[in-house]
């Protein structure tokens, strides 16, 4: 039983990695690397698919979608602007390595969108995830960063520290027109605390 859990995580994390280095897009967020320790969990019991993203001082509680790669190989967006879209190819949030997810911002239209006030959390600011378990963990913000469309950002969606990080995404800076996108995007890293 042991050997066949130990040849599919081998299985999945080869499928991981391949989707991960053969999907890359040149002009969204790139998905370049997978943990390579995915599904080795921080806290010893097996984690559920996160269903809420909350952060009391942006008074955001939204509902959170599964999303994969497009088919120009970006990590997908959330349908809704007021839901997060959790990137199922990289950990679940509460396990070792980065938890990625992203929401919108400047929508169009000015419709309200869920990560139209993330540039406003600090460090020191808490996060969380509930899953569909009830279980609720808490991330602290690290750091801040901004990517420009072209800027490698391996480091968003891969870590090697043993350690549970949930990284943040959402558009910033100007409108592009040509490309149909914002000119940068805006990072939060925050690591787990118990």
């Given at each position: 039983m042991l050997l066949?859990?130990?040849?599919?995580?081998?299985i999945l994390l080869g499928l991981m990695v391949f989707l991960a280095?053969?999907?890359?897009?040149?002009?969204?967020?790139?998905?370049?690397?997978?943990?390579?320790?995915?599904?080795t969990l921080i806290i010893g019991e097996s984690r559920d698919w996160p269903v809420r993203?909350?952060?009391?001082?942006?008074?955001?509680?939204?509902?959170?979608?599964?999303?994969?790669l497009t088919q120009d190989r970006a990590?997908?967006?959330?349908?809704?602007?007021?839901?997060?879209?959790w990137f199922t190819l990289g950990p679940r949030p509460g396990e070792i390595g980065?938890?990625?997810?992203?929401?919108h911002s400047g929508y169009k239209d000015n419709i309200p969108a869920v990560f139209d006030n993330l540039h406003k959390l600090q460090k020191g600011d808490k996060i969380y995830?509930?899953?569909?378990?009830?279980?609720?963990?808490?991330f602290i913000v690290r750091e801040f960063r901004t990517y420009g469309l072209n800027d490698d950002v391996s480091s968003v969606f891969d870590s090697n520290d043993g350690k549970s990080h949930l990284n943040l995404i959402t558009c910033s800076g100007?409108?592009?027109d040509k490309e149909k996108t914002h000119a940068t995007r805006l990072i939060i890293f925050t690591d787990l605390t118990f």
């Open positions: 066949r859990r130990i040849l599919l995580a081998f280095f053969n999907f890359i897009s040149k002009n969204r967020i790139k998905a370049v690397s997978v943990p390579l320790v995915a599904n993203l909350k952060i009391p001082k942006l008074n955001i509680n939204a509902n959170v979608e599964y999303v994969g990590m997908d967006v959330p349908q809704k602007p007021d839901d997060v879209a980065s938890s990625v997810i992203d929401g995830i509930e899953d569909s378990k009830g279980i609720t963990v808490t100007v409108w592009n």
